[in-house]
Every structure is written in structure tokens, then in C-alpha cells.
Nanobody
Framework: QWQLVESGGGLVQPGGSLRLSCAASGFSFDYYAIGWFRQAPGKEREGVSCISNSGGTTKYGDSVHGRFTISRDNGMRTVYLDMTNLKPEDTAVYYC?????????????????????WGQGTLVTVSS
């Protein structure tokens, strides 16, 4: 019933840019904070970024701060992750996830908080 679908991944050269999208359906999207996470082969799932349900609060992991930007369009029921100056270490499967939140809640970078719905992921490969 609830669904998040990631898109926009692909192959990009180091220094390049990509926009990932996370499209929601089947639930009241504007009541949910959204997080982006990634997992590379052999590594643990890592928090990348998150955004509060209103879009007023954003957070970023140290490794992506200054390069990635998260945003949301509640009317379009979509969250975006704009990635610039991509590095090979950014290569991973990127997932978005939703957490039901009050309007006063910010967002969480901890994966365990997102117990509502997860997308299936989109692969980002940064390579020359």
C-alpha cells in the first residue's frame, strides 16, 4: 500500500552531478520526514541526508556536507537529493525512507528510526 520509489541513479564520472528522486504514494507524505541512506558493498548502511516533513530542517552526513542538497516538494510527493562533485567513494545503492513525524519534528539520520516504509534503492556508480 505504501511505497517509495527511488530513481535517478546511474554511472557518472568523478566530479559529476546527479539528482536522485524519491517519489511517494499510498500515504500522507507531508506528515513524514524523509531520509536518504546508502550502502556500498561490504559496508554498513550509512545516513546521507534527511529532511523534516515541512522541509524546514535538513541534515547531512559529514562525508557529503557541502556537496549534496536535499529538498522536497510535498505537492509532487517527491524528495530530491542533488549530488555534486561526486567521488568514487559515493558509489553505493541509495535508499529513501519515511518516518511519520509531527510538524515540530526535525529528522533523523539514524536508520532504525525509519520503520514505516523504505524504497528499493537506486544504484549510483562514480567511476572514470
Amino acid at each position: 500500500q505504501w511505497q517509495l520509489v527511488e530513481s535517478g541513479g546511474g554511472l557518472v564520472q568523478p566530479g559529476g552531478s546527479l539528482r536522485l528522486s524519491c517519489a511517494a504514494s499510498g500515504f500522507s507524505f507531508d506528515y513524514y520526514a524523509i531520509g536518504w541512506f546508502r550502502q556500498a558493498p561490504g559496508k554498513e548502511r550509512e545516513g546521507v541526508s534527511c529532511i523534516s516533513n515541512s522541509g524546514g530542517t535538513t541534515k547531512y552526513g559529514d562525508s557529503v556536507h557541502g556537496r549534496f542538497t536535499i529538498s522536497r516538494d510535498n505537492g509532487m510527493r517527491t524528495v530530491y537529493l542533488d549530488m555534486t562533485n561526486l567521488k568514487p567513494e559515493d558509489t553505493a545503492v541509495y535508499y529513501c525512507a519515511a518516518e511519520r513525524s509531527s510538524y515540530f519534528y526535525t529528522c533523523s539520520m539514524e536508520a532504525y528510526r525509519y520503520n514505516e516504509v523504505w524504497g528499493q534503492g537506486t544504484l549510483v556508480t562514480v567511476s572514470s
